[in-house]
C-alpha cells in the first residue's frame, strides 16, 4: 500500500481533479424561437462556465423554480448536481467548460429531459440520445438537433409543472435519472477515486512534508501540455473541443 507521502507526486492531472472542455454553443433555433442546446441535468458532477466570448443566458430548472442567467465574456457561472440547465446562444456564445471529478460528464453523467416515456427504459433512452458513429456531418447533426428537440420538449413540460407548483413531475425526472445512471456508478467511483480523491490526498501528502519542513517534492515537479483529442464534436450545448485528461 502507498504511503500518504508517496500521493504527493502520483497525481498531475489538472488542479483539483476537474476536467475541461471548450464550447461553441449551438446557433440552431428551436420551437420556442431561441437559439441553444441541449437541457439536461447532472447527477454527481458540478459544472462551471467561463465565458469567453459571445453572448447568452443559462437557463436552469431546480426544485426552487426556474431562473435565467446572464452570460457575458469575463462572467464566471457554476451549479451544482440536479441543476437542470439549457444554453441559450444570443451570438456567437463560446464558453470553456469546467468539470468535477476528471470530467465526469464526458463519462456519462448527463440526463437529458426527454419526455418521460423515453426515461423509462434504457434501452430507448439510449436509442434516443446516442449519435450516429458512421453518419456524415449532416446526419449527426440532424440526429443531435432531433434529441435536443426531444429535450426541449421535456423541459418545457417540467417548467410548466415547476412554476404551477406541482412538484412531482421534476422529483419523477429526478428518479428516472438516477434509474438510468445507476449501472454506470461503479466506473464513474474509479474516476473519481483516481482523480479528484487522490488531488486531494496529494495536497495533504505536500502539506505534511511542509509541515516536517521537507521538500523533496519539489524537485519531481513537471510540466504537462494536451491538444484536444476531439474538435468540433457535436455535444448536447455545442460543438466541443474535447481534452482527454482524466
Same mark, same amino acid.
Given at each position: ?15 483539483? #481533479? ?19 442546446? %441541449? ?32 452570460? %457575458?465574456? #469575463? ?18 456564445? %463560446? ?152
Amino acid at each position: 500500500m502507498a504511503s500518504r507521502a508517496d500521493t504527493s507526486v502520483a497525481y498531475d492531472g489538472l488542479p483539483g #481533479g476537474i476536467g475541461v472542455s471548450r464550447l461553441r454553443v449551438y446557433d440552431w433555433l428551436a420551437a420556442d424561437g431561441l437559439r441553444g442546446g %441541449t437541457p439536461h441535468v447532472h447527477l454527481s458532477c458540478s459544472e462551471g462556465y467561463a465565458v469567453t466570448g459571445g453572448r447568452g443566458t443559462v437557463q436552469t430548472l431546480t426544485a426552487s423554480g426556474f431562473e435565467q442567467t446572464e452570460l %457575458t465574456p #469575463g462572467a464566471l457561472v457554476w451549479f451544482t448536481p440536479g441543476t437542470i440547465h439549457r444554453l441559450v446562444n444570443e451570438g456567437g456564445l %463560446t464558453i470553456v467548460v469546467l468539470m468535477q471529478n476528471c470530467g465526469l460528464p464526458e463519462a456519462g453523467d448527463a440526463v437529458l429531459t426527454l419526455p418521460p416515456h423515453l426515461l423509462a427504459d434504457l434501452v430507448a433512452y439510449r436509442a434516443a440520445v446516442t449519435l450516429p458513429e458512421a453518419g456524415s456531418e449532416e446526419e449527426v447533426e440532424a440526429a443531435a438537433r432531433h434529441r435536443r428537440d426531444l429535450a426541449l420538449e421535456g423541459f418545457a413540460a417540467l417548467r410548466k409543472a415547476t412554476e404551477a407548483g406541482d412538484p412531482e413531475p421534476l422529483a419523477a425526472f429526478h428518479r428516472a435519472a438516477a434509474a438510468l445512471v445507476r449501472p454506470l456508478v461503479g466506473r464513474w467511483r474509479g474516476r473519481w477515486r483516481d482523480g479528484a480523491v487522490a488531488a486531494a490526498a496529494a495536497t495533504g501528502a505536500q502539506l505534511d512534508r511542509l509541515e516536517r519542513g521537507d521538500a523533496e517534492h519539489l524537485a519531481q515537479a513537471r510540466l504537462r501540455t494536451e491538444q484536444p483529442t476531439a474538435r468540433g464534436r457535436f455535444g448536447m450545448c455545442g460543438r466541443l473541443d474535447v481534452y482527454d485528461i482524466g
